[in-house]
């Protein structure tokens, strides 16, 4: 889990309860101002995969390539099934491999910061999950976002809307920039 600062105490705690019927704690409203962010302005290490070291970086426990050509949430997220076995539009777990994947758009396509990540709302129920199945259990919104919950007009999550890293509900069917991930055992130890 990404710890904050002892200062700052001042957030809301947002507890959501899921269909499985235990609660996830989320911090909401959390800012960065404790945080040294030039800590982070670095390209995360290459993947040590065969086949997947160009342009592919190892972020949290995954492989992460950064796609700049716009697509569409479903194509975005096609391609990268199509790309690697295993692949899916990226999940986000903690600050640090957030701030990773800003690290990457930020070098790759320095001019366009906004791309797709993996998360999705579904059923319009205000509840949003990742592409590739893992637990929703971190979140970085642009404050006042996600706006559209509970309505089909905004049910895909992009990054870089409004801030640096912050996450905003978009319509599914705009073109953005998107990050692939695949996990791998040999990526996980370092
Ligand atoms: C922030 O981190 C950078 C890189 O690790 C370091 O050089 C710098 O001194 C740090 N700044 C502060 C205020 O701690
Ligand atoms: C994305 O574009 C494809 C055509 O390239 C289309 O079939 C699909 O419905 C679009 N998806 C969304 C969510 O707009
Ligand atoms: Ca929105």
Known sequence: MYKRGTK??????????????YALTIKRGETAAHVNLTAFHRLPYRCNVDGFNKNWFKVDNYCVKYFWRPLNFTDAENS??????????????NFRANYDLLS??????????????????IFQSGKFLWMDGSFWNYEDWTPGEPRHIYSSREECVEMNWKG???????????????????????????
């Open 104 to 121: 990457i758009v930020r070098k790759m396509n320095p001019r366009n910061l906004r791309m797709w990540l993996g998360g999705y709302e």
């Open 80 to 93: 990268c099934r199509r790309t690697v076995p295993g692949g899916h539009l990226v999940s986000v777990h």
């Open 8 to 21: 700052s105490v001042c957030f809301l705690l947002l507890a959501l309860l899921w269909d499985s019927g």
């Open 164 to 190: 640096a890293g912050k996450w905003n509900d978009d319509s599914c069917s705009k073109r953005k920039g998107y990050i692939c991930a695949f996990k791998h055992k040999g990526i996980m130890d370092e």
